[in-house]
């Protein structure tokens, strides 16, 4: 078995260099563990290049240990470096994840922080401790998404409509915010925006009922028709922040491991039944809405309980109309309206594409990248 260890010295507050100089490198020397390489990021993409890079010269690897210190976005490289690599590239890729990005998505997800240490270096070495300690790791599903000719994988969120925005806008303001904050701000600039299209989504499919709080499954593929305001999918986590469980259902109702699943979360305008049509005014109502909608995320997912009530306002607990639609299913296709050029941004765990014009994206979780990788995590 081989061992890296890549870490990102700019992902997050900058301090993956003197958290690994001081603390994981010495823990690993302790346990007797010596990294074939240690690799500091030097660009975008840098971390997927040492990777392939790697794999391509050492054939006879069939398992690979790589320990990262960064945030999701370097996880995300390091998949799609890897499915780069030739055909029948049947290598098992374990990841250990020390989490010094902006949000840390996966790594909240395994370690939620209500039932973790509070001590900030405790906390961001558990994943190395499993991993010392020889529990084993964890598969990962994929998302894999095709856009034309471009094949994307993702390991934590494929989103389009309002989460895709704010991460495009957001990277702009990464200079001046560097923390989450950042992704607040790009919320206001978009919180009244709609996105016109449809999405089909796939079977196996089950949609949320909160009444009986359970999934319950369809029969068939399911096309919505838009506007949208949010459409985002999950794998592998129930939350995008530490405190946002945006996909609570992910551990809550946890799909089984042997089939993967994508958990969806859509809001759609028009259900609102304060809303009547596409103006100004209404979509000022609908975005106030949305906030609070959104926010209920942050109250340990309780958007997915909202129904509107007689009022037109959500509330928990109601017995109209859902609020928040959340599905799990095998994949999807996102079909934006040509015309409408925000609907075609598409965000695979913050790396932001466009769909070209009387194009499609098409989703589905799969369990390895086509030439054969799969992915593992220790928690
Ligand atoms: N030396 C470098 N200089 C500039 N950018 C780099 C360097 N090394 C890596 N990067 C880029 O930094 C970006 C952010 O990385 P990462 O995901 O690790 O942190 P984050 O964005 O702060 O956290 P999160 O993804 O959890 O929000 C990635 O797109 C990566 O390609």
Redesign the pocket.
């Not at 990102?8 to 997050?12: E, H, I, M, R, S």
């Given at each position: 078995m081989s061992i890296l260890v890549i870490y990102?010295?700019?992902?997050?507050d900058i301090s993956a260099t003197a958290f690994f100089d001081d603390r994981v490198l010495p823990l690993l020397k302790q346990h007797n563990k010596t990294p074939s390489l240690v690799a500091?990021?030097?660009?975008?993409?840098?971390?997927g290049d040492i990777v392939a890079s790697y794999i391509s010269e050492h054939s006879d690897v069939r398992k690979l240990t790589i320990i990262i210190g960064?945030?999701?976005?370097?996880?995300?490289?390091i998949i799609n470096g890897s499915s780069m690599l030739p055909q029948g590239n049947e290598t098992a890729i374990e990841l250990v994840i020390v989490p010094?990005?902006?949000?840390?998505?996966l790594y909240a997800s395994l370690f939620p922080p209500s039932s973790s240490p509070s001590d900030q270096t405790v906390y961001r070495l558990l994943g190395v401790n499993a991993f010392l300690l020889s529990s084993s790791a964890k598969p990962l599903t994929l998302a894999r998404t095709s856009l034309d000719a471009t094949t994307v994988y993702s390991a934590v969120v494929t989103s389009t409509a309002l989460h895709a925005s704010i991460l495009h806008d957001s990277e702009a303001l990464r200079a001046s915010l560097p923390g989450i904050e950042r992704f607040k701000v790009a919320a206001q600039q978009n919180i009244t925006r709609w996105y016109y299209g449809s999405v089909i989504l796939h079977e196996p499919l089950q949609v949320y009922d909160p009444a009986s709080a359970s999934l319950v499954s369809y029969t068939k593929d399911k096309t919505l028709q838009g506007p949208f305001a949010y459409f985002l999918s999950t794998i592998n986590v129930d939350r995008l922040e530490p405190l946002f469980r945006i996909t609570p259902l992910a551990s809550s109702h946890p799909p089984p491991p042997s089939a993967p699943s994508l958990d969806v979360v859509i809001l759609r305008p028009m259900r609102d039944p304060a809303v009547t049509s596409d103006t100004q005014d209404d979509r000022e109502i609908f975005a106030q809405k949305a906030g609070r909608i959104l926010g209920e995320a942050y109250n340990d997912g309780n958007h997915v309980s909202l129904r509107y009530a007689e009022d037109r306002q959500p509330v928990t607990d109601g017995d109209g109309e859902t609020v928040v639609e959340y599905f799990r299913c095998g994949g999807f296709e996102w079909i934006p309206d040509e015309t409408d050029e925000r609907a075609h941004l598409l965000c695979a765990?913050?790396?932001i594409f466009t769909i070209p014009r009387s194009s499609r994206a098409t989703c589905s979780a799969v369990a390895s990248t086509d030439n054969g990788v799969r992915f593992s995590v220790y928690s």
């Open positions: 990102n010295p700019v992902a997050g500091p990021t030097e660009r975008v993409g840098h971390a960064s945030g999701d976005g370097t996880v995300h490289e010094l990005g902006t949000a840390n998505a765990d913050g790396a």
